[in-house]
């Protein structure tokens, strides 16, 4: 059985309104065989926190075709997953970015509204 450690840490985490989706509930368990059939369980997990750019465009390609793509990516989004491949989008600091920032460089400041269409295109994707 897969146990995320938040699961362990926080009571109540998955009830109400502002619940969190657990891995279990997207994968299933190795119990159950759900879980053997999906490509981030057959591929390298190192695959899916990759640094490296073309490691990512892998493990999104690699979600293309999984049949439990959009619940995985709205459970990522409502746990705030810090990084990594999830649902065929590439997550940092809890939100969806476009791509890996290079080392050393400092970021970019945005205006708000580029901000708000990445939002909103992350709700469009959970919601599709």
């Given at each position: 059985m897969t146990v995320?450690?938040?699961?362990l840490l926080v009571p109540g985490w998955a009830q109400g309104d502002s619940g969190k989706i657990g891995l279990n509930a997207v994968t299933g368990s190795?119990?159950?065989?759900r879980a053997l059939n999906l490509p981030c369980?057959?591929?390298s997990s190192e695959l899916f926190f990759s640094e490296k750019s073309e490691e990512?465009?892998?493990?999104k390609s690699l979600c293309?075709?999984?049949p439990v793509k959009?619940?995985?990516l709205k459970g990522a989004l409502s746990r705030e997953e810090p990084c990594g491949v999830w649902g065929g989008e590439l997550f940092e600091?809890?939100?969806v970015v476009l791509r890996k920032r290079a080392p050393g460089r400092p970021r970019s400041a945005?205006?708000?509204?580029?901000?708000t269409v990445e939002i909103e295109s992350a709700k469009a994707l959970v919601a599709s």
């Open positions: 995320l450690f938040s699961e190795y119990s159950d065989g369980h057959n591929a990512i465009a892998l493990a293309g075709g999984c959009s619940d995985c600091d809890g939100r945005k205006p708000e509204d580029e901000l």
